[in-house]
């Protein structure tokens, strides 16, 4: 899932999102579907932490 990028795991986190709101899965579909979901926002949160680290850093010395 790392590699994904940023909007690339957003857009997937939106269809996810629409396929459980529609509630037309299995309880296995929809167990997957959370799993990926959980992977998705760990990933989209470590990216934006290392964004705003990396933003405090280039103006640490300006």
């Given amino acids: 899932m790392n590699n994904l990028k940023y909007d690339e795991a957003m857009n997937r ?34 990216k934006l932490k290392s964004t705003e680290e990396d933003i405090l850093k280039a103006f640490e010395g300006a």
């Fill in 13 to 46: 986190l939106e269809l996810i999102l629409s396929q459980l709101e529609e509630g037309k899965k299995s309880v296995d579909e929809l167990s997957e579907l959370v799993k990926e979901a959980s992977e998705l926002v760990k990933s989209c949160k470590a």
